[in-house]
């Protein structure tokens, strides 16, 4: 498994999991959709309802904020 930065993994879990309308993390028989199932590819649990998922997506906001702000530091510097 190739090595994945925490800005890239932050990004990804933000866009793909924010938004509801990105579809169902469940389907009909109760099986993880293809979208919940991402969040398995990036190390992360697999979300069982769109609340599960708009964590994932607010934990993905709070590492590119804390990324940010250490950029910020470093330039300062």
Do not use: C, F, I
Request: charged share 35%.
């Amino acid at each position: 498994m190739p090595t994945r930065s925490p800005t890239r993994r932050s990004v990804t879990r933000t866009r793909r999991l924010k938004d509801p309308k990105g579809g169902p993390m469940v389907d009909d028989k109760g099986e993880p959709t293809r979208l919940a199932l991402s969040a398995r590819a990036w190390g992360e649990p697999v979300p069982k309802d769109n609340a599960g998922a708009k964590r994932l997506a607010a934990k993905g906001t709070k590492l590119l904020e804390r990324y940010h702000a250490a950029q910020e530091r470093a330039k300062r510097s």
